[in-house]
């Protein structure tokens, strides 16, 4: 099918822990995936993309890991905070630039 | 920088009515713009491709007659959800495409909230 989906809609973690939100997409023919944050009643918010040429980027306290093999992904957030709280999307980018979205997974972040 | 506006935020409106949304790169040039619908706990689900100078392309189930789309310039598209009824309440978000290095990077709106009585 025609989808990016992820394994987790809810995920609720303590403050201070490490996050890992997931996601599966169909395409493998796809070669850049992004992961979005979205907070209520806003638009995404990029966080972080990676192309399919690496399996590995890390930015500031978020990593990404591809797997395509298996045709996965992950975001690892690191020692979350109440202020990750928020839905976390992955998508897929396909020909012609449009991004297919997977369902999202709300974190919510416990103090 | 790489700044997307849109505009209303927030529209209220009858069912029956027209209502335009507005979707600006306020820094870039942008051949591309993206229009998207969201319900509430839902994902992002694309609607159209919106090319600057030429037609929308819809995706499929979403009628061309229903939301129209116009990219009159660089910098300017807009949605119109024609003869609006209750079902067509969502959020609506926009994304304009930004080439750097020979690669697109889409940039999202804050989006408008459509309420439709």
């Known amino acids: 099918g025609e989808s990016v989906g992820l394994h987790l809609p809810t995920l609720s973690v303590q403050e201070g822990d490490n996050s890992i939100i997931n996601c599966a997409y169909s395409?493998?023919?796809?070669?850049?995936f992004i992961w979005y944050k979205q907070e209520s009643g806003k638009g995404p918010q990029f966080i972080i993309d990676?192309?399919?040429?690496?399996d590995k980027r890390q930015g500031q306290r978020v990593t990404v890991l591809l797997n395509k093999t298996v045709k996965h992904l992950s975001l690892q957030i690191a020692a979350t905070q109440p202020g990750d709280s928020a839905v976390y999307f992955c998508a897929e980018k396909w020909q012609g630039g449009k991004l297919i979205f997977g369902q999202g997974t709300e974190l919510s972040v416990k103090p | 920088g790489a700044v997307v506006s849109q505009h209303p935020s927030w529209v209220i409106c009858k069912s029956g009515t027209s209502v335009k949304i507005e979707c600006r790169s306020l820094d870039f040039q942008a051949t591309t713009m993206f229009w998207y619908r969201q319900f509430p706990k839902q994902s992002l689900m694309l609607m159209a491709t919106?090319?600057?100078?030429?037609?929308?392309?819809?995706e499929q189930g979403v009628e061309k007659d229903k939301f129209l789309i116009n990219h009159a310039s660089l910098t300017l598209s807009t949605l119109t959800v024609t003869s609006a009824h209750p079902e067509d309440s969502s959020f609506y978000i926009c994304?304009?495409?930004?080439?750097?290095?020979?690669?697109?990077?889409?940039?999202f709106g804050p989006g408008t909230r459509l309420t439709v009585l």
């Open positions: 990676i192309r399919s040429n690496m």
């Open positions: 994304s304009a495409s930004k080439t750097s290095g020979g690669f697109d990077t889409q940039y």
């Open positions: 395409n493998s023919a796809s070669d850049y």
């Open positions: 919106s090319n600057e100078g030429s037609k929308a392309t819809y």
